[in-house]
């Protein structure tokens, strides 16, 4: 083995197999390029942190035995580059992380690490609040509908819909109750009678209530000498004095 200082760096050279060392003017040429230099590690022995790298070239003056040369400096005097500015969250919304990194002159040369991680929060990604409560029935009879709404919060676009609807029937009813029956159209035979009520506009668009019932009403034929009155389309007809007609009763 031999030694030799080199550039103000400690240049160890270790034999092959052979016992003997060679010149290093013999063999400063066979040299391959550095290899990269290794991680930092601790000597204890040294008790200070160094890092290394080293070299293996064949030299042609000793057959097939190898010469490695290794050349050792020291972690401490590479100093890492001021730290870069954060990078930007990785998520538009909610939680994501931000990087920022240093350089060192030499790859893999400094102690330390090169890269810092960061957890970063932005605004909350988009997401429904919850239901609201259901508004009164609205209408104004029989049936109506309710409805409820929820709203977006945060960032970006909520899936569905932001209001619901369902159907409620605690309306009052469109229609009020029939009124009484009124007398037969006619005192003898066979006549009509009609009932009315009256009724509000309806929520939707469906048929229209009725308004009118008819029904017919009989009493005793008339007989040659009795008044008989026959109401038709609100109109009063007395017939006298005989009655000998049959009448033809149909609803309107």
């Given at each position: 083995m031999f030694q030799k200082v080199a550039n103000g760096r400690r240049i160890v050279n270790v034999k092959g197999k052979s016992d003997w060392a060679l010149p290093i003017s013999m063999t400063i040429d066979a040299w391959g390029p550095w290899t990269e230099w290794s991680p930092c590690f601790e000597q204890p022995s040294v008790q200070q942190l160094h890092l290394y790298r080293n070299r293996v070239s064949v030299c042609s003056f000793c057959g097939s035995s190898k010469i490695i040369k290794y050349e050792i400096g020291n972690c401490n005097s590479l100093v890492w580059s001021e730290w870069q500015a954060w990078?930007?969250?990785?998520?538009?919304?909610?939680?994501g992380?931000?990087?920022?990194?240093?350089?060192?002159?030499?790859?893999?040369?400094?102690?330390?690490?090169?890269?810092?991680?960061?957890?970063?929060?932005?605004?909350?990604?988009?997401?429904?609040?919850?239901?609201?409560?259901?508004?009164?029935?609205?209408?104004?009879?029989?049936?109506?509908?309710?409805?409820?709404?929820?709203?977006?919060?945060?960032?970006?676009?909520?899936?569905?819909?932001?209001?619901?609807?369902?159907?409620?029937?605690?309306?009052?009813?469109?229609?009020?109750?029939?009124?009484?029956?009124?007398?037969?159209?006619?005192?003898?035979?066979?006549?009509?009678?009609?009932?009315?009520?009256?009724?509000?506009p309806k929520n939707d668009f469906s048929n229209p209530p009725h308004l009118k019932e008819i029904s017919l009403c009989e009493f005793p034929q008339c007989t040659k000498w009795d008044p008989c009155i026959v109401?038709?389309?609100?109109?009063?007809?007395?017939?006298?004095?005989?009655?000998?007609?049959?009448?033809?009763i149909t609803s309107y």
């Amino acid at each position: 083995m031999f030694q030799k200082v080199a550039n103000g760096r400690r240049i160890v050279n270790v034999k092959g197999k052979s016992d003997w060392a060679l010149p290093i003017s013999m063999t400063i040429d066979a040299w391959g390029p550095w290899t990269e230099w290794s991680p930092c590690f601790e000597q204890p022995s040294v008790q200070q942190l160094h890092l290394y790298r080293n070299r293996v070239s064949v030299c042609s003056f000793c057959g097939s035995s190898k010469i490695i040369k290794y050349e050792i400096g020291n972690c401490n005097s590479l100093v890492w580059s001021e730290w870069q500015a954060w990078s930007p969250c990785s998520s538009s919304c909610g939680e994501g992380f931000s990087v920022r990194r240093r350089i060192c002159p030499v790859q893999n040369a400094c102690a330390g690490l090169a890269e810092e991680v960061t957890y970063c929060k932005t605004l909350p990604c988009a997401t429904w609040t919850e239901w609201g409560a259901w508004s009164s029935c609205v209408g104004t009879c029989d049936t109506g509908y309710q409805y409820r709404i929820r709203k977006c919060v945060g960032l970006g676009i909520c899936p569905g819909l932001e209001q619901e609807h369902r159907l409620c029937n605690n309306l009052p009813p469109c229609c009020q109750q029939w009124s009484q029956w009124s007398s037969c159209s006619v005192s003898c035979g066979r006549g009509v009678r009609t009932r009315v009520r009256t009724c509000k506009p309806k929520n939707d668009f469906s048929n229209p209530p009725h308004l009118k019932e008819i029904s017919l009403c009989e009493f005793p034929q008339c007989t040659k000498w009795d008044p008989c009155i026959v109401w038709i389309n609100h109109y009063e007809y007395k017939i006298h004095p005989t009655c000998m007609i049959e009448h033809s009763i149909t609803s309107y």
